[in-house]
Each structure stands twice: as C-alpha cells, then as structure tokens.
C-alpha cells in the first residue's frame, strides 16, 4: 500500500468521478485505476463502484474512508513536525560558530585542507582559528573555553593534564616524528634515528612554546645537551639553516611531508623515540558538538 492510493481515494471520493479524479491529480484515467484496482486487491475487496453518474463508494469503501483520511493527516503532521526538525537543525548549524585554539605547527599542516572540507559542507559556520602557545593551550584545557583545543602531546608528556581534564579528550590520530637533514649528511645513511644520535648536531624545531630542552634531553645516555639552533614555522628559513649549518630539523610526520619532501637538497630519516598523539579537547556540554565532531573528521582526512 502506498500513500499516493489512499490519496487518490480521497479524491475519487470527492468527485464521484475517475475522469475528473485523474485531471485533477494530472495523471490519466487508466492510471488511477490500475492504482486503485491494486489498493482493492490488496485490500482483498471492492472500494468503487460504477453507477449512471460515475463511480460510489462500496459500503466496504465508505466504512475504511475515514481511516484513509485519519492516515494522510497523520502523515501530513509528520511530515510537517519533520520539516520543522530539519530545518530548525540547519539553521542552527548554519549559525553556529566554531573556535579552534592550537598550535601553529598543526594549523600550517591540517587547517588548509581541513577548512577547505568543512567549508563545502557548512559554508555558512562561522570559523574563527587561534594561534596558540602550547602552555597558553593546556591552560585553556582546564577552563571554560567554549571552544575546541588542538595540540599534539610529544611523547605522552602531557597524559596527566588530559587524565585530569573533566573535558572529552578525543584522540584523533598518532604518527611518528622524523629528522630532516642534508642529503649528504652521515645521518642520511641510516634506517632510523635515536635522539642520542643527534647530540652532535645543531637541532631546528617548531616555535610553538614547548620547552624542547626538557623533551630532547629527557631519557638520554650521554651527558652533553641538545644545541638548539632555532625554532621556526618557515620552511624556507628551515631549510637555509638546515643547509648552511649541517643542522637537523625535527618534526611530525605530516609536517615534513607537506612542506620539506620536495626540496632535492634535503632528506628525512624516522626518529625511532619520538611519537606524537593529536587531541581534540572541548567540552560536550556546548551547543555546537556535531560541528566540532565534523571539523574533527575532516582533519583526519587532511592528514
């Protein structure tokens, strides 16, 4: 049974007639009937009959007429009830703001592409994207920031913050950290590298406020220290010192690939100690969830 036949019954009913039934419902007779007469076979009986003016109700016909009316108004409710829900959810969707806060290393590698994803889907949410300081992003783990916070915890140096935090903490994805260097360098022989084999070097890391004197020197055998030589988000500066200086660059995965595997004069081998997890920390009692879970998606397939 279909909708369109209890309606079509509904306006035989009115008319009295299949000629003017089928031009009002702009279909042809022969059409309505064949409709109908299946209605009639399902049903297991006659709704119609003929007589000198057109077409009746059988008396099977009169007595299931109303609940054929009852039915359609109930689905006219639903269908408006549902509507309503829809549209409501659009708009609020379409209204909503998102705030990013994260690190700028993650922003130049996932949030071209991520924005560009979310943006064909929600063109009309509103995105506004902090740059932050990783100490200025744990603090906001532990306030009442209506948004969501981004960072990378480098080796699990951050676990007892996120323990602690009455936020959701979405784990989104973790890679592996590699070493850029010269392609002539000794280094470049090797398969992977340990920290310890990058003591001799001057090291190049992200300038993101994390204390890299405590994650380089943390867990190492030999009693010299790491000599860091800068720390930029400039490729092209990265790789003036990298050339000039011998030095080694040490980054993410998803860094190196979207911003250092083209440039010929240099090469990235894995660091074998250096892991890092993305989070996404953010309070599920705000409004605007299903748009942080959707961003959060699309960075996962930036990746």
């Given at each position: 049974?279909?909708?369109?036949?209890?309606?079509?019954?509904?306006?035989?009913?009115?008319?009295?007639?299949?000629?003017?039934?089928?031009?009002?419902?702009?279909?042809?007779?022969?059409?309505?009937?064949?409709?109908?007469?299946?209605?009639?076979?399902?049903?297991?009986?006659?709704?119609?009959?003929?007589?000198?003016?057109?077409?009746?109700l059988t008396q099977a016909g009169k007595e299931l007429l109303g609940d054929m009316?009852?039915?359609?108004?109930?689905?006219?409710?639903?269908?408006?009830?549902?509507?309503?829900?829809?549209?409501?959810?659009?708009?609020?969707?379409?209204?909503?703001?998102?705030?990013?806060?994260?690190?700028?290393?993650?922003?130049?590698?996932?949030?071209?592409?991520?924005?560009?994803?979310?943006?064909?889907?929600?063109?009309?949410?509103?995105?506004?994207?902090?740059?932050?300081?990783?100490?200025?992003?744990?603090?906001?783990?532990?306030?009442?920031?209506?948004?969501?916070?981004?960072?990378?915890?480098?080796?699990?140096?951050?676990?007892?913050?996120?323990?602690?935090?009455e936020k959701a903490c979405k784990l989104l994805f973790v890679e592996q950290y590699?070493?850029?260097?010269?392609?002539?360098?000794?280094?470049?022989?090797?398969?992977?590298?340990?920290?310890?084999?990058?003591?001799?070097?001057?090291?190049?890391?992200?300038?993101?406020?994390?204390?890299?004197?405590?994650?380089?020197?943390?867990?190492?055998?030999?009693?010299?220290?790491?000599?860091?030589?800068?720390?930029?988000?400039?490729?092209e500066v990265v790789k003036d010192m990298i050339l000039e200086y011998n030095a080694?660059?040490?980054?993410?995965?998803?860094?190196?690939?979207?911003?250092?595997?083209?440039?010929?004069?240099?090469?990235?081998?894995?660091?074998?100690?250096?892991?890092?997890?993305?989070?996404?920390?953010?309070?599920?009692?705000?409004?605007?969830?299903?748009?942080?879970?959707?961003?959060?998606?699309?960075?996962?397939?930036?990746?």
């Amino acid at each position: 049974m279909r909708i369109e036949q209890l309606e079509y019954m509904m306006e035989v009913s009115k008319v009295s007639s299949l000629t003017t039934a089928a031009e009002n419902l702009y279909m042809t007779q022969s059409a309505l009937s064949r409709s109908i007469k299946a209605l009639e076979e399902e049903l297991g009986g006659c709704l119609l009959e003929r007589n000198s003016e057109g077409v009746s109700l059988t008396q099977a016909g009169k007595e299931l007429l109303g609940d054929m009316e009852h039915i359609l108004k109930e689905i006219d409710i639903f269908r408006e009830k549902a509507s309503v829900i829809f549209e409501t959810s659009k708009k609020s969707k379409e209204s909503m703001e998102l705030v990013i806060y994260s690190l700028s290393g993650i922003i130049d590698a996932l949030f071209p592409k991520t924005l560009k994803l979310f943006n064909r889907k929600y063109k009309n949410v509103k995105i506004r994207v902090k740059t932050v300081m990783l100490l200025e992003a744990v603090e906001l783990i532990n306030s009442s920031c209506q948004g969501v916070i981004i960072i990378n915890n480098l080796n699990s140096i951050w676990d007892s913050e996120l323990e602690k935090s009455e936020k959701a903490c979405k784990l989104l994805f973790v890679e592996q950290y590699a070493v850029v260097m010269r392609k002539d360098s000794f280094l470049a022989r090797k398969n992977f590298l340990t920290k310890e084999e990058l003591v001799d070097y001057k090291c190049i890391m992200h300038h993101n406020g994390m204390d890299y004197d405590a994650f380089l020197n943390r867990n190492t055998n030999k009693e010299e220290k790491f000599d860091i030589l800068l720390c930029s988000n400039n490729p092209e500066v990265v790789k003036d010192m990298i050339l000039e200086y011998n030095a080694v660059y040490i980054a993410a995965n998803t860094v190196v690939k979207n911003f250092y595997s083209n440039y010929s004069e240099l090469v990235s081998v894995p660091l074998k100690t250096g892991r890092g997890a993305l989070y996404a920390i953010y309070d599920e009692k705000i409004d605007n969830v299903p748009l942080i879970d959707e961003f959060l998606d699309c960075i996962k397939k930036a990746r």
